[in-house]
C-alpha cells in the first residue's frame, strides 16, 4: 500500500475530538476514582446496613438512626462495649473491597459523640496476617450530646503486599464512661490528584490524565438518570462539606456518596484541561416514569438553570454568588451542555423532542455561547434522528457493536450533513463478532474502535467530539464491559488495549486533517492524515483490521524522519487485571526524505508522527 498525503489545504479538525466520558458505574467513582476510601461511611442510598464495618475486639456496633450528622442527617455507628468488656475495641472497614496501601500519608477524618477522654488508635491493618501497616493515635475529649471532629495522618512506611486491608478504629473500653460512643461520617484518603482535599486518588487519576483527553462529559451517562424521579442526579446536593451531602441511589444498584460532585467535577476539567461536558437531567428516569413535557417538566428546566447559574453566573447572581461561597469567585468556563442521555430509553424517545427544546429554549436564550447537545433518540441509530433540531445544536450518538460492525460504520460519518454536528458521546466495542460478551477489550476490539475512530477523525470537521465508554471499573465492581481500565487494591490500575489506542490518537492530534492519494482502498488497512502547528508536525493514523502483515509506504514530502508508534497483538488477546501484557511499542523511522517504510502486523494500530 502506498498513500501520500497531501501537505496543503484540508480540513479543520475539532480541538475535542478525543475525550474522556465518565460516570459512577462499577463503582468507577465511590471506591476508584474518586479519593476516598471507606465503603458505607454516611449510609448512604436506600436498603442500607451496617455492612460492611465490623467490629473490633469485644465490641458491639449497630446503625444509629438517631444519632445523626451533617446537614443531610446521616446515621452513625453506636459502637459499645460488650458487657464488662476491657481492652481495646471499636470498627473496621474493609474499603471497597479493600484498600490499596501504599508507602505515603493517610488522611483520616471522623466525628465522634460520647463521653471519652482518653486515646483513639485509628490503623491500616492486613486482614490476612493482621500487621499493622500503619496507625496514629489520637487524643479525643468527646462529650455526650454534640459531635466533635477529629483529623490525622496515618504514616505507612511500606506498601502492602495485597490489597486486603482493613481501616480500624479503636479506643480503651473502660475510659469510656457510658461504654458506647458514636462514629459518624468517617472518611479516608491517600494521596490525592493535586493534594486537592477530598480529591481524586492519584494513582487512578494520573492514569485518566495520561489519556491527554480534551473533554469530560459526565456525571452520566444512565446514572444521571435516577430509578425513580427523585433519585436523579440533583446538582445542588453534591456541594458543600461531605457530610451535608445526602447521596442518592444510583442507577447502576449501589449508593452514591456524591464525595465526588459538582465542584470536584469542575476540578477535575481545570486540573486536566478538560471542556466539561455538562449532562443534565431531561425528564426521563429509569424505571420510574417520566416528567412529560410542559408545565410539569418546568420546575426541572429551573434546576437546570439554577445550575447553569452557579456555574456560569456572576458574582450579582445568587448562583454565582452561592459558587463564591464554595472558592470559586469567577464562573467556570463550560463550553457544551447536553439535555438528557439516550432519552429513548424507557419509552423516552417520543416525547424527547418536546423536552429537548424545553430545555433548549431556556438555555439557549440565557446562555447562547453554550454549544447544546442532544442526545440519542435511537440506540445505535445514525446521526440526526432527531429532526429540525435548531441550528448550531450537536446531537450525540452512542455505539456499542461487535468489531465487525464498527468497521462496517467506518464511512458512517461521510455524508453527515456538515450543518448537522455529531458528537460520539460514548462508544466501545462490547460483543465479539459471535455475539459473545467482551470482557476485557481485545485487540481485535481495539483495532476496530480505531477504524471507527480513523472514520470519524477524517470527518471530524463535523464530528466535534468522541469518547470511548466506560471509562473505569473496579474489577469485581462491575456492573458493564468491557471497560477503558480498571483498578483492584492489588495491582492498581491496569490499561486495556483500547486504552492505549485511545491514548495514542489523543496523544497525536491535528488541527486540519488532510487528504491522502491511496494506490489502493480502505480494508484491511484504514488511515487518516493530519497536521499541526500549521505543518510543523504530520501524523498518519493507521489501523491494520486484518490477519496479515501489511506493508505501507508513506509519503510526506520533506519530512525526513518519524516515530512510529504500534500495538498489534494476537485478534483475541486482552489485558487482564494485573497484566498489562499488551503496550504500544514506539520506533524511530528514519527514510529517504519524505519516504517512509512501515510494517503493519496483523491486528494492529499505528501512529507515524513526523516532526522535522
Ligand atoms: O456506558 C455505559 C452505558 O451505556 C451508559 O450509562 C449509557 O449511556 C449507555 O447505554
Known sequence: LELKVSQSGGNASSPYLYGIMFEDISHSGDGTLYGQLLQNNGFQGVNVSIDPWKAVGQAQVRQDNATTIGKANHPTIAISAQGGANGSFGVSNPGYKGIRVLEGD??????????????????????????????????????????????????????????????????????ASDGTLNLGFPLLYGETFKQRPNGLNAEVAETVNALNGSFLRFPGGNNIEGSSIDNRWKWNETLGPVQDRPGRQGNWGYPNTDGLGLIEYMEWCIDMDLAPVLDVWAGLTIGGGMVEPGAALEPYVQETMDELEFLLGDSSTPGGQYRASLGYQSPFDIPFVEVGNEDFLNNGGDSYPARFKQYYDAIHAKYPQLQIIATTAKQNGPAGVIDDLPEGVLQDVHQYLPPDQFVGNFSAFDHQPRSQPVIVGEYGSTTNNDGSTTDYPTMIGAVSEAVYAIGFERNSDVVRAAAFAPMLEHFGLRDWSPNLFGYDTTNGVTRSISYFVQQMFASNRGDKIHAVEADAGFGPVYWVASSAGGGQTFFVKMANYGASEQSVKVQLEGKTAAQLTVISAEEMESNLPGQEKVKPVVSEVQGEVGKFEVTLPAWSVAVLAAAK
Open 106 to 175: 493517610y488522611n483520616t477524618q471522623f466525628w465522634l459523640q460520647g463521653a471519652y477522654s482518653g486515646p483513639v488508635t485509628v490503623s491500616l491493618v492486613n486482614a490476612n496476617d493482621q500487621s499493622v501497616l500503619g496507625s496514629a493515635k489520637v487524643d479525643v475529649k468527646s462529650e455526650s450530646g454534640s459531635f466533635t471532629q477529629y483529623n490525622t495522618s496515618i504514616p505507612v512506611s511500606k506498601s502492602a503486599s495485597d490489597g486486603n486491608n482493613l481501616w480500624t478504629l479503636t479506643f480503651d473500653a473502660a475510659t
